[in-house]
């Protein structure tokens, strides 16, 4: 089975330089491959492919040296998450949903990760590295057990991070504990049938309504809106890191407790329609809870039926 362990980096000054100039050229290789493939269907009705843009890419390493600097993973990476944004974009179209068509990427809602496949790591003093063309050596702290199949860079605006997707054993099937029917809810986010419960989740936005007040002051272009525009991002990673914290500390309870779990079925989509209401069925991230059960849950890996059923 796969699992992703993520830890932090250390990066030196001149590394992050670097990293921010190939976050760029990410950046614009989206950018570029998005209009290259509008064009094309606006001149001919072609569609061109992920392999044709790799093409393309190729023959951009051989003339420029700015491309040639960095890993020609790293620059594959956008036009993959292009194509699957297209196919993704199709299939929503055939299923009669909301298309949401690939957008243009601004200056800061840029490219922020990129994949390393079968990544190289290595011991580097009392930490590990890993060796990335272009930005040499990123190291961290500590490397979990398993196979390493990938690596992904990704910048926050709190820090930088490298997630390593890990090919684990499949975990052993639980024990004989009893199963458990979940009743999720707003006050309370999760009611077990065995009587316990967990209160619901209401999201301090208070630090964050004071700085976007203070961005919305700032002049346009200046640079002290671009500092207050980073604590806005800052402030906001710092409830999404606690919020997913929590959720991960509830569901390995749960997961740890019971071998079988049902979960309550309800329509989303239609609860969220209520305007008085949709902000607090979000925070409770309901949808986020029946996924972590169910990649959590020891039985996935030695049985095809889960574990972990709407009901």
């Known amino acids: 089975m796969l699992r992703t362990r993520v830890q932090p980096v250390h990066l030196k000054p001149s590394q992050h330089r670097r990293l921010d100039d190939l976050l760029h050229q990410l950046t614009d290789l989206w950018n570029g491959a998005l209009e290259e493939r509008i064009g094309a269907y606006r001149r001919a009705g072609e569609a061109i492919s992920y392999y044709d843009q790799c093409k393309s890419l190729t023959i951009i390493r051989g003339e420029d040296e700015s491309f040639r600097r960095f890993a020609v993973q790293a620059q594959r990476s956008p036009l993959h998450r292009l194509d699957r944004a297209f196919k993704a974009f199709f299939r929503r179209v055939q299923a009669g949903e909301k298309p949401g068509f690939p957008r243009f990427k601004g200056k800061h809602r840029g490219v922020h990760s990129f994949e390393v496949g079968n ?45 390593l997707v890990m090919e684990l054993p499949d975990g052993a099937a639980a024990g004989a504990s009893a199963p458990v029917g979940i009743d999720v809810g707003i006050n309370r986010r999760v009611a077990l049938s065995t009587g316990a419960s967990y209160p619901g989740v209401r999201v301090d936005r208070r630090r964050i309504r004071r700085m976007q007040r203070l961005l919305s002051r700032a002049r346009k272009g200046s640079n002290a809106r671009t500092k207050k525009r980073r604590r806005l991002a800052k402030a906001h ?59 959590k849950h020891p039985c996935l890996g030695s049985s095809k039926e889960s574990p972990v059923n709407w009901c």
């Open 119 to 163: 990544p190289t790591i290595h011991r580097k003093g009392k930490r590990y590295a890993l060796s990335v063309k272009g930005i040499g050596d990123i190291r961290f702290a500590t490397m979990p057990g398993g196979v390493v199949r990938q690596a992904r860079i990704v910048r926050t605006a709190l820090r930088t991070s490298v997630h």
């Open 237 to 295: 990673e710092r409830v999404r890191m606690a919020e997913r914290h929590a959720l991960h500390r509830l569901t390995t309870a749960i997961v740890r407790q019971h071998h079988r779990i049902a979960v309550e079925d309800l329509q989303i989509p239609n609860l969220v329609r209520n305007r008085h209401l949709a902000r607090r069925i979000h925070e409770q991230q309901w949808g986020r809870l029946v996924q972590q059960l169910t990649y």
